[in-house]
Protein backbone atom coordinates (compact mmCIF):
# COMPACT_ATOMS: atom_id res chain seq x y z
CA UNK A 1 0.00 0.00 0.00
CA UNK A 2 2.92 2.23 0.53
CA UNK A 3 4.32 2.03 -3.04
CA UNK A 4 0.71 3.48 -3.85
CA UNK A 5 0.99 6.86 -1.83
CA UNK A 6 4.17 7.82 -2.08
CA UNK A 7 7.05 8.30 0.57
CA UNK A 8 5.43 11.60 1.80
CA UNK A 9 2.34 10.08 2.94
CA UNK A 10 1.77 8.16 6.44
CA UNK A 11 -0.17 5.28 6.29
CA UNK A 12 -1.85 4.04 9.96
CA UNK A 13 -4.25 1.10 9.88
CA UNK A 14 -8.04 2.32 10.48
CA UNK A 15 -9.13 -0.99 12.30
CA UNK A 16 -11.80 -2.88 10.73
CA UNK A 17 -12.88 -6.44 11.03
CA UNK A 18 -11.22 -6.78 7.61
CA UNK A 19 -7.40 -4.92 8.26
CA UNK A 20 -7.86 -3.74 4.83
CA UNK A 21 -8.51 -0.04 5.43
CA UNK A 22 -5.86 2.72 6.31
CA UNK A 23 -5.80 6.28 7.27
CA UNK A 24 -3.15 8.46 4.81
CA UNK A 25 -1.54 11.25 5.56
CA UNK A 26 0.41 14.12 4.61
CA UNK A 27 0.94 17.22 6.76
CA UNK A 28 -3.04 18.55 7.31
CA UNK A 29 -4.26 16.37 4.78
CA UNK A 30 -5.65 13.27 5.07
CA UNK A 31 -7.74 10.79 3.17
CA UNK A 32 -9.21 7.17 3.88
CA UNK A 33 -7.58 4.08 1.99
CA UNK A 34 -9.19 0.84 1.22
CA UNK A 35 -8.70 -2.12 -0.55
CA UNK A 36 -11.56 -4.11 -2.03
CA UNK A 37 -14.46 -1.71 -1.07
CA UNK A 38 -17.56 -2.26 -2.10
CA UNK A 39 -17.94 -1.92 -5.80
CA UNK A 40 -20.78 0.40 -6.11
CA UNK A 41 -18.90 2.98 -3.81
CA UNK A 42 -18.69 5.20 -6.83
CA UNK A 43 -23.08 5.92 -6.85
CA UNK A 44 -22.70 5.82 -3.12
CA UNK A 45 -20.25 8.47 -3.11
CA UNK A 46 -22.61 10.20 -5.75
CA UNK A 47 -25.60 9.88 -3.69
CA UNK A 48 -23.81 11.59 -0.44
CA UNK A 49 -24.26 8.55 1.34
CA UNK A 50 -20.69 7.91 1.84
CA UNK A 51 -17.85 10.88 1.81
CA UNK A 52 -16.77 11.36 -1.55
CA UNK A 53 -14.63 9.25 -3.56
CA UNK A 54 -11.60 10.54 -4.94
CA UNK A 55 -9.53 7.95 -7.05
CA UNK A 56 -9.77 4.29 -7.58
CA UNK A 57 -6.57 2.15 -8.91
CA UNK A 58 -6.61 -1.31 -9.97
CA UNK A 59 -3.53 -3.21 -8.82
CA UNK A 60 -1.91 -6.12 -11.28
CA UNK A 61 -3.43 -8.81 -9.11
CA UNK A 62 -6.66 -7.62 -9.30
CA UNK A 63 -7.30 -5.58 -6.21
CA UNK A 64 -8.80 -2.21 -6.65
CA UNK A 65 -7.66 0.55 -3.78
CA UNK A 66 -10.03 3.09 -3.50
CA UNK A 67 -9.57 6.46 -1.45
CA UNK A 68 -11.90 8.66 0.43
CA UNK A 69 -12.08 12.09 1.50
CA UNK A 70 -11.37 11.71 5.38
CA UNK A 71 -14.38 13.12 7.36
CA UNK A 72 -13.56 14.71 10.63
CA UNK A 73 -16.84 13.81 12.63
CA UNK A 74 -18.09 11.04 15.42
CA UNK A 75 -20.32 7.67 15.12
CA UNK A 76 -23.82 8.94 16.49
CA UNK A 77 -25.09 7.18 19.98
CA UNK A 78 -27.54 4.85 20.20
CA UNK A 79 -30.11 7.57 21.66
CA UNK A 80 -29.71 9.26 18.35
CA UNK A 81 -30.94 6.92 16.06
CA UNK A 82 -34.53 7.55 16.20
CA UNK A 83 -33.69 11.13 14.54
CA UNK A 84 -35.80 12.00 11.43
CA UNK A 85 -32.65 12.56 9.50
CA UNK A 86 -31.58 8.89 9.50
CA UNK A 87 -34.88 8.08 9.05
CA UNK A 88 -34.52 10.42 5.73
CA UNK A 89 -31.40 8.85 4.80
CA UNK A 90 -32.11 5.57 4.98
CA UNK A 91 -35.42 6.35 3.17
CA UNK A 92 -32.98 7.66 -0.05
CA UNK A 93 -30.77 5.01 -0.17
CA UNK A 94 -33.68 2.25 -0.44
CA UNK A 95 -35.41 4.48 -3.11
CA UNK A 96 -32.03 5.15 -5.26
CA UNK A 97 -32.72 2.81 -8.56
CA UNK A 98 -29.40 3.40 -9.48
CA UNK A 99 -27.84 1.37 -6.63
CA UNK A 100 -30.50 -1.33 -7.21
CA UNK A 101 -29.79 -1.67 -10.96
CA UNK A 102 -25.93 -1.68 -10.50
CA UNK A 103 -26.24 -4.18 -8.09
CA UNK A 104 -28.30 -5.97 -10.22
CA UNK A 105 -26.45 -5.73 -13.16
CA UNK A 106 -23.58 -7.61 -11.28
CA UNK A 107 -25.70 -10.86 -10.98
CA UNK A 108 -26.83 -10.34 -7.54
CA UNK A 109 -30.37 -11.41 -7.15
CA UNK A 110 -32.79 -10.66 -4.49
CA UNK A 111 -32.57 -12.44 -0.66
CA UNK A 112 -35.74 -13.95 -0.33
CA UNK A 113 -37.04 -14.46 3.25
CA UNK A 114 -36.59 -18.25 2.27
CA UNK A 115 -32.99 -18.28 1.10
CA UNK A 116 -32.74 -16.35 4.74
CA UNK A 117 -34.38 -18.84 6.61
CA UNK A 118 -32.67 -21.62 4.92
CA UNK A 119 -28.98 -19.64 5.46
CA UNK A 120 -29.84 -19.63 9.62
CA UNK A 121 -31.38 -23.05 9.62
CA UNK A 122 -27.75 -24.57 7.49
CA UNK A 123 -25.40 -22.49 9.47
CA UNK A 124 -27.19 -23.69 12.80
CA UNK A 125 -26.42 -27.12 11.42
CA UNK A 126 -23.13 -27.03 10.32
CA UNK A 127 -21.70 -25.65 13.93
CA UNK A 128 -24.23 -28.50 15.50
CA UNK A 129 -26.13 -25.52 17.68
CA UNK A 130 -28.50 -27.03 20.05
CA UNK A 131 -29.58 -23.96 21.84
CA UNK A 132 -33.48 -24.26 22.55
CA UNK A 133 -34.15 -20.70 21.87
CA UNK A 134 -32.67 -20.84 18.20
CA UNK A 135 -35.06 -23.90 17.17
CA UNK A 136 -37.69 -22.64 18.60
CA UNK A 137 -37.17 -19.75 16.46
CA UNK A 138 -36.42 -21.27 13.03
CA UNK A 139 -39.64 -23.43 13.74
CA UNK A 140 -41.41 -19.80 13.90
CA UNK A 141 -39.69 -18.34 10.74
CA UNK A 142 -40.23 -21.32 9.06
CA UNK A 143 -44.00 -21.44 9.70
CA UNK A 144 -44.69 -17.94 9.17
CA UNK A 145 -42.39 -17.53 6.41
CA UNK A 146 -45.32 -18.31 3.85
CA UNK A 147 -47.45 -15.17 5.39
CA UNK A 148 -44.45 -12.86 4.41
CA UNK A 149 -44.83 -11.40 1.21
CA UNK A 150 -42.27 -8.79 0.30
CA UNK A 151 -43.64 -5.96 -2.02
CA UNK A 152 -40.05 -4.32 -3.45
CA UNK A 153 -36.32 -5.07 -3.27
CA UNK A 154 -33.94 -2.52 -2.67
CA UNK A 155 -30.49 -1.77 -1.42
CA UNK A 156 -30.21 -2.92 1.81
CA UNK A 157 -27.09 -2.06 4.09
CA UNK A 158 -27.32 -5.23 6.12
CA UNK A 159 -25.55 -3.73 8.97
CA UNK A 160 -27.28 -0.48 10.10
CA UNK A 161 -25.65 -0.48 14.05
CA UNK A 162 -24.87 2.96 15.46
CA UNK A 163 -21.41 2.97 14.63
CA UNK A 164 -21.79 2.80 10.89
CA UNK A 165 -23.49 5.66 11.03
CA UNK A 166 -21.05 9.10 11.12
CA UNK A 167 -21.63 12.41 12.01
CA UNK A 168 -19.40 15.35 10.27
CA UNK A 169 -18.62 18.49 11.65
CA UNK A 170 -20.07 20.24 9.65
CA UNK A 171 -23.56 18.36 10.16
CA UNK A 172 -23.48 16.07 7.88
CA UNK A 173 -24.59 12.15 7.44
CA UNK A 174 -23.36 8.98 6.03
CA UNK A 175 -23.76 5.59 6.30
CA UNK A 176 -20.33 3.89 6.06
CA UNK A 177 -18.96 0.28 5.53
CA UNK A 178 -21.30 -1.42 3.03
CA UNK A 179 -19.39 -4.56 2.41
CA UNK A 180 -22.31 -6.73 2.99
CA UNK A 181 -24.87 -4.71 1.45
CA UNK A 182 -27.89 -7.12 -0.74
CA UNK A 183 -30.45 -6.59 -2.59
CA UNK A 184 -33.49 -7.96 -0.43
CA UNK A 185 -37.03 -5.99 1.51
CA UNK A 186 -36.46 -3.43 2.78
CA UNK A 187 -37.62 -4.44 5.87
CA UNK A 188 -34.48 -6.29 6.13
CA UNK A 189 -33.01 -2.72 7.77
CA UNK A 190 -35.87 -1.15 9.36
CA UNK A 191 -36.52 -3.98 11.76
CA UNK A 192 -32.89 -4.10 13.58
CA UNK A 193 -32.96 0.03 13.42
CA UNK A 194 -36.33 0.04 14.66
CA UNK A 195 -36.56 -2.61 17.67
CA UNK A 196 -33.04 -1.47 19.10
CA UNK A 197 -32.95 2.09 18.58
CA UNK A 198 -36.92 3.25 18.43
CA UNK A 199 -39.57 3.07 21.17
CA UNK A 200 -42.44 0.98 19.82
CA UNK A 201 -44.18 3.90 20.29
CA UNK A 202 -42.67 6.81 17.90
CA UNK A 203 -42.39 3.88 15.22
CA UNK A 204 -45.12 5.33 13.10
CA UNK A 205 -43.32 8.94 13.89
CA UNK A 206 -40.23 7.35 12.47
CA UNK A 207 -41.80 5.42 9.44
CA UNK A 208 -43.30 8.67 8.32
CA UNK A 209 -40.09 10.40 7.98
CA UNK A 210 -38.70 7.27 6.21
CA UNK A 211 -42.10 7.31 4.02
CA UNK A 212 -43.86 4.47 4.83
CA UNK A 213 -47.22 3.84 6.80
CA UNK A 214 -46.75 1.37 9.71
CA UNK A 215 -49.46 -1.10 8.24
CA UNK A 216 -50.01 -4.41 9.87
CA UNK A 217 -48.28 -5.98 6.93
CA UNK A 218 -45.29 -3.93 7.48
CA UNK A 219 -45.30 -4.83 11.38
CA UNK A 220 -45.52 -8.98 10.54
CA UNK A 221 -42.84 -8.35 7.64
CA UNK A 222 -40.63 -6.25 10.99
CA UNK A 223 -41.47 -8.40 13.36
CA UNK A 224 -40.20 -11.91 11.18
CA UNK A 225 -36.39 -10.09 10.28
CA UNK A 226 -36.01 -9.06 13.52
CA UNK A 227 -36.48 -12.95 14.86
CA UNK A 228 -33.94 -13.42 11.83
CA UNK A 229 -31.74 -11.04 13.10
CA UNK A 230 -31.50 -12.68 16.53
CA UNK A 231 -30.79 -15.70 15.42
CA UNK A 232 -28.10 -14.41 13.43
CA UNK A 233 -26.77 -12.78 16.12
CA UNK A 234 -26.69 -15.41 18.59
CA UNK A 235 -25.17 -17.58 15.79
CA UNK A 236 -22.65 -15.18 15.82
CA UNK A 237 -21.39 -15.13 19.33
CA UNK A 238 -21.82 -18.64 19.17
CA UNK A 239 -19.13 -19.03 16.31
CA UNK A 240 -16.94 -16.86 18.26
CA UNK A 241 -17.88 -18.67 21.73
CA UNK A 242 -18.73 -14.94 23.25
CA UNK A 243 -21.11 -16.85 25.42
CA UNK A 244 -21.68 -14.32 27.70
CA UNK A 245 -23.39 -11.92 24.85
CA UNK A 246 -25.76 -14.41 23.77
CA UNK A 247 -28.30 -13.44 26.45
CA UNK A 248 -29.43 -10.03 24.73
CA UNK A 249 -30.24 -11.24 21.53
CA UNK A 250 -32.06 -14.64 23.63
CA UNK A 251 -33.94 -11.88 25.76
CA UNK A 252 -34.80 -9.66 22.48
CA UNK A 253 -35.73 -13.00 20.59
CA UNK A 254 -38.03 -14.16 23.43
CA UNK A 255 -39.88 -10.85 23.91
CA UNK A 256 -40.75 -10.76 20.13
CA UNK A 257 -42.33 -14.15 19.96
CA UNK A 258 -44.23 -13.72 23.25
CA UNK A 259 -45.63 -10.47 21.20
CA UNK A 260 -46.37 -12.16 18.22
CA UNK A 261 -48.19 -15.62 20.27
CA UNK A 262 -50.04 -12.20 21.84
CA UNK A 263 -51.29 -11.09 18.88
CA UNK A 264 -52.05 -14.69 17.44
CA UNK A 265 -54.71 -14.92 20.52
Known amino acids: MKHLMGEEWKLHPAGGATGEAY ?18 LAVLSAEGIVPKLLWTKRLENGDVITAQRWVNGRELKSSEMKAGRVANL ?13 FMRMGNRPLTPRDLYYDLKGRTARI ?64 PLLYIYVPKSDWGEWLAHYGEPLTNELEKRLQWYMVAQCVEGMIWRFERQEYHEITKWSDLL ?4 KESEHHSL
Open 128 to 191: GIQDPYIQHALEWLDYQVSFIQTPEHVVCHADVNHNNWIESEENGLFLIDWDGAIVADPALDLA
Open 254 to 257: SEIL
Open 90 to 102: LSRIHRSVELRDM
Open 23 to 40: VAQQGDEKIFIKRNSSPF
